[in-house]
């Protein structure tokens, strides 16, 4: 059964950097099938892709948050992870992390979400 | 970046009810669409892939139709558990962008 679990801080300083960490079971990571997706949505709003990564290290970065923005793999621990810099209140939201099975994308497997608050 | 559209953005309606959810992108996405449910609180869920393909367990009275720029979410007869909030995901091309979202909601 394959489960997500985003884990990391809830409340990061503006500036910063938010860390977080997608913990991946039953399925692995370096298995070469899927990309590894990180989606947030605004607090009461609608959801915006960020980005994703195969596990080759391959990344799809979001635009609009590219320049502050990195996706990792790190296959011995079937973990994946976003980290995004300087950081500002309009970057507080729920981040998931999800499973994509490509041609088509089918985001079919999703964290339960972890809220992000940026605040000093 | 790719713009999709929905509509309405709310609706009401009762158990037993057809359900029409219209999704629009802003240019030509063949039918690289998917279709997501949201409970308050939940991650969202994957219903419909393809813009018509049924995802594994998601129940038939969900059906999803169209191509190019236009694209439905059919729930043929809405159960108390489908009231929740729908978006459309195209995936045609990067950055993947999601509508704005549907909100079911009980008359």
């Known amino acids: 059964q394959v489960q997500l679990q985003e884990s990391g801080p809830g409340l990061v300083k503006p500036s910063q950097t938010l860390s977080l960490t997608c913990t991946v079971s039953g399925v692995s990571l370096s298995s070469g099938s899927y990309y590894w997706s990180w989606i947030r949505q605004h607090p009461g709003k609608g959801l915006e892709w960020i980005g994703y990564i195969y596990y080759s290290g391959n990344t799809y970065y979001n635009p609009s948050l590219e320049s502050r923005l990195t996706i990792s793999v790190d296959t011995s621990k079937n973990q994946f992870s976003l980290k995004l810099s300087s950081v500002t209140a309009a970057d507080t939201a729920v981040y998931y992390c999800?499973?994509?099975?490509?041609?088509?994308?089918?985001?079919?497997?999703w964290g339960q979400g972890t809220l992000v608050t940026v605040s000093s | 970046a790719i713009q999709m559209t929905q509509s309405p953005s709310s609706l009401s309606a009762s158990v037993g009810d057809r359900v029409t959810i219209t999704c629009r992108a802003s240019?030509?996405?063949?039918?690289?669409l998917g279709w997501y449910q949201q409970k308050p609180g939940k991650a969202p869920k994957l219903l419909i892939y393809?813009?018509?393909s049924l995802q594994s367990g998601v129940p038939s009275r969900f059906s999803g139709s169209g191509s190019g720029t236009d694209f439905t979410l059919t729930i043929s007869s809405l159960q108390p558990e489908d009231f929740a909030t729908y978006y459309c995901?195209?995936?045609?091309?990067?950055?993947?962008?999601f509508g704005p979202g549907t909100k079911v909601d009980i008359k």
């Open positions: 999800a499973r994509v099975t490509p041609h088509p994308e089918e985001f079919d497997y």
């Open positions: 995901l195209q995936d045609y091309s990067y950055p993947f962008t």
């Open positions: 240019q030509g996405i063949r039918n690289d």
């Open positions: 393809a813009a018509s």
